[in-house]
């Protein structure tokens, strides 16, 4: 290539402007901020604590009916030292995931026919947003008496929770996609299937986590739902100890099993969302680099 | 090698219109809706486009620019007319740069090299030489939003010469961006041209960056589009956007714009 001296001094001011304008990258530490993001959240915990804690002494209820935070902690360390927690996350967790993934692949499915076939939007578009309203828990005496309330009793139902907000998610991403990027997409030789893998899809993923977040969310209340509807012998699930806990009227062992379940609807939330979301809102520039 | 260095290149400006025609517009029109509420946007448009040739498009708003950009891409079709493009694959450059956000500069690159179905390992050298060729090496794996909208631009147009277009169709491409930098930006592009031989389309409202870098300017009027006067750049190359040559030229092109906007408005 020429290499005029015009040229070097071409070359020269724009890479001086370049340094110029290209953003100064961010300087605070990793640990630093997981531990500004870390704090809130123990202290507004403890917070809690002692205002449960508080009620307690105020005696509004005798100490077996509402125990403290002690007892219940107490309990929940013996039910987790014997194996019956654990035992009862992998039963929950396994239909979590059999569930949610199965709710993925029909969702996401429904979500691009839906967004490519007009007649498809125009028939079932607005039925997808009623599901999404549906109390999931209006399902199950169908869904026992179709699969004679067995495992897939259960399946169904946080299949048909999740899927509408899996599909509405990757709906609006793919109806949001800036036609700017599909028209260089065009221009790049995009077309078709090809359009949709390389352009498409991955433009409307921010909406589409969105979605995949609220699913989990409706999966996760209609899995707890079902595991107290549904009892299946053999099946000791995280619903089986809590129903069993009531039945025995052990209310430190109640509050110790919701305490497992809100566990781990926050750590799915906040760890496996949280971390995707992060990283995509990072990627695209959509965090204020002063804030984050 | 992807982009061949052609051998009738020289450093002296590349080939010259009347050379043939890399892209011809005849007698084309379009129209947008149905006849009640129809839209002409060009009507009875015939521009031929020499290869090598840096024509500029100038005209006020509705004047069809982006529609002939459209057209001359194959991203629609003409009501009427016909449009060929002979000089190679012609590829648009937008206003804003129409990077993916989810890739990093060298995988916008590589996309369009991948959806040529260049292999693998054939596309890093490509990538760095492209890089290099807008003055970007070492911003590979930055993302398009930690760059300037300069930087971006530049970008966009490594990704459209990693099309192999030999068109560059390029619809308003500095619009967005402060003075300096597209002062830069018009050396940038000019050198490049002169380096590739590339035919260039290049629309604009700035009649001083028309003039700056243009064989030719065209005037387009508005609503519907149409050709209104054709002016020939005979100043000098490396030209300057300040000089009283292009400022000469810029002002009566200026006027007879002006002229034209009136002209529309006083009509029914």
Not at chain 1, 84 to 111: H, K, Q
Not at chain 1, 118 to 139: K, N
Not at chain 2, 83 to 96: A, D, M, N, S, Y
Not at chain 2, 138 to 155: A, I, T, Y
Request: glycine share 10%.
């Amino acid at each position: 290539m020429a290499l005029r001296p015009e040229d070097q001094e071409l070359d020269e001011e724009l890479a001086a402007l370049d340094a110029l304008e290209a953003k100064a990258p961010r300087a605070r530490s990793r640990a630093r901020r997981f531990w500004s993001s870390l704090w809130p959240k123990l202290a507004a915990f403890a917070l809690v604590l002692l205002g449960w804690q508080v009620v307690v002494w105020t005696h509004w209820k005798p100490s077996y009916v509402l125990p403290g935070p002690g007892p219940a902690f107490r309990s929940l360390g013996h039910d987790l030292a014997s194996g019956v927690i654990p035992r009862a996350i992998g039963v929950t967790m396994e239909r979590a995931a059999i569930g949610y993934g199965l709710a993925l692949l029909i969702g996401s499915a429904i979500g691009v026919a839906v967004a490519r076939i007009p007649v498809l939007r125009a028939a079932i578009g607005s039925l997808i947003t009623g599901l999404q309203t549906m109390p999931s828990i209006a399902w199950f005496p169908l869904a026992i008496i179709l699969f004679q309330g067995g495992e897939k009793a259960i399946l169904f139902v946080v299949v048909i929770g999740a899927a509408p907000a899996i599909a509405n998610g990757l709906l609006t991403g793919i109806d949001q996609v800036p036609p700017l990027l599909t028209r260089a997409g065009r221009v790049l030789g995009a077309r078709g299937f090809n359009a949709y893998r390389y352009v498409i899809l991955p433009a409307a993923f921010p909406s589409f986590l969105g979605g995949l977040k609220q699913g989990w969310a409706f999966a996760w209340r209609s899995l707890m739902a079902g595991e107290l509807l549904v009892i299946i012998a053999g099946r000791q699930s995280i619903g089986v100890v809590l129903d069993q806990a009531r039945q025995f009227n052990d209310s430190a062992e109640i509050i110790a099993t919701m305490i497992v379940i809100l566990f781990i609807g926050i750590v799915v939330d906040s760890v496996v969302f949280g971390v995707l979301e992060r990283r995509v809102r990072s990627r695209w520039g959509l965090v204020d680099a002063a804030a984050s | 090698m992807i982009l061949k260095p052609r051998p009738d290149v020289s450093l002296e400006p590349a080939l010259h219109p009347g050379a043939g025609s890399a892209v011809s517009l005849s007698s084309v029109s379009k129209v947008y809706g149905t006849e009640s509420g129809a839209v002409h946007a060009l009507e009875d448009v015939s521009i031929e486009v020499g290869y090598g040739e840096f024509l500029c498009l100038v005209g006020a708003s509705g004047c069809g620019k982006s529609t002939m950009l459209n057209l001359i891409a194959g991203l629609d079709k003409p009501s009427t007319g016909s449009v060929e493009v002979r000089g190679g694959r012609p590829t648009l450059i937008f206003q804003e740069s129409a990077l993916f956000p989810w890739l990093t500069v060298e995988q916008n690159i590589e996309l369009a090299l991948k959806l040529r179905k260049i292999g693998r390992a054939d596309r890093e050298p490509v990538i760095e030489s492209l890089l290099k060729m807008v003055n970007l090496s070492g911003f590979g794996k930055k993302r398009p939003h930690e760059l300037s909208g300069g930087m971006r631009q530049r970008v966009s147009i490594a990704r459209a010469l990693a099309q192999q277009a030999e068109i560059l169709l390029m619809d308003e491409p500095f619009g967005a961006l402060d003075a300096m930098t597209r002062d830069l930006l018009h050396d940038e592009v000019e050198r490049l041209w002169r380096d590739t031989g590339f035919s260039i389309v290049f629309v604009t409202h700035n009649v001083r960056e028309a003039v700056r870098l243009a064989d030719r300017v065209i005037l387009l009027s508005s609503r519907p589009g149409r050709v209104v006067a054709e002016f020939p750049v005979d100043i000098k190359r490396p030209r300057r956007v300040e000089s009283p040559e292009v400022g000469t030229l810029a002002t009566e092109i200026t006027a007879r714009l002006r002229e034209e906007v009136k002209h529309h408005g006083s009509s029914p």
